[in-house]
């Protein structure tokens, strides 16, 4: 054999096992909640900060976050300021009140790591999180906003709807 056709054949094997790795390892994960010990603090400090707010909206409250790195691609840029447009125009009274928090946070900073692994975050991603009486019960990767990034009013309308849906109000 010519060394040009082991070193291909060596190289086919090494990306055939490196993508069963990946396929394997993201659908062996598990769905489970993510520690979010710092946004339940916040949660009860914001509780305990807004007495006068009824307790229904004291006790449940959406996240709606944004997941990115330091590099930051345009189409990154972009879903990132749909997003937070969609945020800003549909849910004004929502943010005021505290039932909806806006959070983009970058995840290669040492203490944002843990999101990673909770929300099994494989790329830059919106990710909506329930919290009921400080603790999350439940979160949903939107992944649809990389393939509506070229349609902003459809990405605009799929972040409403997830988003109210959470709230209730959907």
């Known amino acids: ?17 490196s993508l069963a790795y990946l396929i394997v390892g993201e659908y062996g ?3 489970q909640v ?3 010990t ?11 900060s807004s007495s006068n ?10 996240i709606a976050y944004y997941f990115h790195g330091r590099a930051r691609c345009p189409s990154c ?13 549909n849910f004004e009274n929502e943010l005021k009140d505290g039932r909806l ?10 203490e944002n790591k843990h999101f990673v692994k909770g929300y099994q975050l494989y790329t830059k991603s919106v990710v ?16 649809q906003v990389w393939e509506l990034l070229h349609d902003k009013e459809t990405f605009l309308n799929y972040i409403h709807g997830e988003i109210s849906a959470y709230l209730g109000e959907g």
Do not use: C
């Open 77 to 89: 840029l972009k879903i990132e300021s749909y997003t937070k447009e969609a945020v800003n125009k």
């Open 128 to 143: 909506i999180a329930d919290i009921l009486d400080g603790k999350q019960t439940r979160w949903k990767n939107l992944e």
């Open 53 to 62: 707010k009824a307790t229904s909206q004291l006790n449940h409250k959406v």
């Open 29 to 31: 994960k598990s769905n």
């Open 1 to 17: 054999m010519k060394p040009k056709t082991v070193i291909t054949a060596i190289l086919l094997i090494f990306v055939a096992i």
């Open 34 to 36: 993510p520690n979010t």
């Open 101 to 110: 928090e806006w959070k983009a946070i970058n995840i290669e900073e040492a």
């Open 38 to 48: 710092e946004h339940n603090k916040s949660s009860r400090d914001l509780s305990e």
